[in-house]
């Protein structure tokens, strides 16, 4: 609880962001963007008017919270995109304008635009800076880019930057085509994160843990060749074959049991020796029309542990025939050795998996019968790197990943992981100012995460930062993240006649139809097959030609109120 105790104690004295004019930054052109609500600005015909209005309410509970939102194309992205390019120097033009609590003052930035003090109307005091990169470092600046974003989203903002002592990127975006080192930092981070953050720790949940669980092979192949009495009786030579076969068909469908790490590899090795020989006669050399016959002639040779060069070419010969190409001494000697290959490349692989169980097994608990779970790094990414070895058939009885949450809340879990490890980095006793970007924060989140995502971030912040360090700024396509958002803090931008311009805002307790239609700036909350239909539906019942298909689809129509506005509340049909 140490994190809360400071936040709760010290107060810093922040820089925050408090309004963006864009001249000329790629498709934006003359728009003034209001980051913070409580600076009424705005600049136009060369001049710049700043007034420090703050409200009395304290919504977020003492963080600073704005949200940009818009359709595709309209320039969200390109607005945070100016803040790097103002750093890294750029050809665009505009002012950034930010306010010290410190010294009740604001500090503008002008980018390749000319003020001076005879262009400010302010209630405040003034001051210029004529070095962002100068400005940045005296006063602790730090842009944090946190996000899901891989970078092949075609995301401006998401572009390549190395990180500076301004830009922190901690998205997706860096780990893309990483080594295994890096992963293996980056799952660390996670791992520290879900054990030691106390804003995680504080959650109600179910236990997290990363599983392997072991699966024997599949039966349903060898059980249909066995189900058929020709195929047995014209390729199964004995009866003592016969019961070995079924003897194995029987083993399959008992539970793998890892009752000695020692011994895993030769286990794994029985257990999948059905799905083994199962690939090994579906390789394309062995042409379709014999492979049944292969499958079941290699898996008793398994059996009795006769496989080597000699039975490969052997059992090729036989199941190739005399007239057939294939059965070549020449060509079976070129194949034999591709066959061994492909099998010595899975016991490689099966070995290596055996040998780091082995190496780990201090880090291991044993779950279940066939599933172990770990927390250690470099077990979880060498493991999966292992597995994604096999042969993708072999891949199906290997199930592994994170237990106790999905897909969707590890996302989310990704980013407050990232920006855990980074606030432990840089120290929570250094006064620096954080600003956290989070462009497309709905990125992989199903609604009900979205729904909670904001307050969990909220909840985070306030548990791991230091009081009043973090002004926070969202970009979304998300109607229900926006309903966390009061009015004047949302950024809504339109596009009309090819100009980006900033629209009414609406969010907080606003209905999330309101917010789709008004907030998103969408024509209509149907999807658009849906909506010609009902359009064509309400043509048909204006002109009174409703036909018989027509109701059968009105008739599918959940909504009453609906059906009611196609047909008519007297309508009857």
């Known amino acids: 609880m140490i994190n809360e105790l400071f936040y709760n104690s010290v107060c810093i004295h922040s820089m925050k962001l408090a309004f963006i004019h864009i001249v000329n930054h790629k498709a934006l052109e003359e728009i003034d963007i209001p980051i913070n609500s409580s600076h009424k600005c705005h600049y136009s015909k060369e001049k710049l008017f700043l007034q420090f209005d703050p409200s009395d309410l304290d919504y977020y509970e003492g963080l600073d919270c704005s949200a940009i939102i ?118 660390n981070r996670l791992i520290r994160y879900l054990s030691s953050s106390p804003s995680f720790k504080q959650q109600t949940r179910p236990t997290v843990k990363f599983t392997f669980q072991f699966s024997t092979s599949s039966n349903a192949y060898l059980k249909s060749l066995l189900n058929n009495k020709d195929f047995v009786s014209e390729n199964i ?67 009795n542990q006769t496989v080597n060069d000699n039975y490969i070419f052997k059992i090729l010969a036989e199941v190739r025939g005399k007239n057939d190409i294939d059965s070549q001494a020449n060509i079976i000697e070129l194949d034999t050795p591709i066959i061994r290959l492909k099998f010595n490349e899975i016991l490689a692989t099966l070995s290596d998996i055996s040998d780091l169980v082995n190496r780990y097994q201090h880090h291991i608990k044993l779950q279940n019968k066939n599933e172990i779970s770990t927390f250690n790094a470099n077990l979880i990414v060498n493991l999966t790197h292992c597995i994604s070895k096999l042969p993708q058939l072999l891949q199906s009885n290997f199930k592994y990943g994170w237990q106790g949450f999905s897909t969707g809340e590890f996302a989310k879990l990704n980013i407050f992981s990232e920006l855990y490890h980074y606030i432990e980095r840089v120290g929570v006793n250094k006064n620096y100012n ?102 064509r539906l309400l043509k048909h019942a204006n002109t009174d030609s409703l036909t018989h298909l027509d109701h059968l689809l009105i008739k599918k129509i959940k909504s009453k109120n609906i059906q009611n506005m196609i047909l008519g509340t007297n309508d009857q049909n």
Request: charged content about 25%; glycine content about 4%.
């Open 237 to 303: 030579d004995s009866k003592y074959q016969l019961e070995q076969l079924s003897d194995k068909l029987n083993d399959s469908q008992k539970e793998l049991l890892i009752d000695d790490f020692f011994e895993i590899g030769s286990q794994l090795l029985e257990a999948n020796i059905i799905t083994i020989c199962n690939y090994l006669s579906k390789l394309s050399i062995i042409r379709k029309d014999y492979r049944d016959v292969f499958f079941i002639k290699l898996l008793l040779g398994f059996i």
């Open 70 to 187: 818009g359709k595709n194309g309209v320039g969200k992205s390109t607005i945070l995109d100016f803040l790097e390019v103002a750093y890294e120097g750029t050809e665009s033009s505009g002012i950034i304008v930010w306010y010290s609590s410190k010294n009740k003052k604001y500090h503008i930035c002008s980018v390749n635009l000319y003020l001076d003090k005879d262009s400010i109307v302010s209630n405040q005091d003034v001051t210029f800076e004529e070095n962002f990169p100068v400005f940045s470092k005296r006063h602790k600046l730090k842009l944090i880019k946190a996000n899901n974003l891989t970078g092949v989203e075609a995301n401006e903002f998401s572009s390549k930057r190395r990180s500076n002592s301004f830009i922190q990127d901690l998205s997706l975006s860096q780990y893309v085509n990483g080594s295994n080192k890096v992963i293996i930092e980056r799952t």
């Open 434 to 535: 954080h600003i956290i970007i989070m462009d497309e924060v709905d990125l992989y989140l199903h609604p009900d995460w979205q729904r909670t995502f904001f307050l969990e971030l909220l909840e985070f912040i306030r548990f791991e930062f230091p009081k009043n360090s973090v002004q926070l700024i969202l970009s979304t396509h998300s109607p229900i993240i926006i309903s966390d958002f009061l009015p004047e803090d949302i950024v809504s931008l339109d596009r009309n006649n090819g100009h980006t311009k900033v629209v009414e805002s609406f969010g907080f307790a606003t209905h999330i139809t309101d917010l789709y239609l008004d907030g998103m700036h969408l024509s209509s909350t149907f999807g658009e097959h849906s909506k010609k239909a009902i359009s």
